[in-house]
């Protein structure tokens, strides 16, 4: 497992596990990031990150991206 964040463009994962706490966690999973989610990399600006998860495009900056834990492909 890898965080999000050790993740290029174009690469893609399985979200494995979200830290946190329980509110953080809470709005993650609320915008489609969850355990088994498949999650890719569309592009990195200046350390934040728009993903595309559950056919949805998300905006996230490297503080909420390293929560997530991937599994790259």
Do not use: C, W, Y
């Amino acid at each position: 497992m890898i965080p999000l964040t050790a993740s290029g463009n174009g690469d893609t994962g399985t979200i494995m596990k979200i830290t946190g706490k329980d509110d953080v966690r809470q709005r993650l999973a609320e915008m489609g990031f969850v355990m088994g989610a498949r999650v890719a990399v569309l592009s990195e600006i200046s350390g934040n990150m728009i993903l595309e998860v559950k056919h949805s495009r998300v905006a996230l900056d490297r503080t909420m991206a390293a929560r997530i834990l991937v599994d790259p492909d």
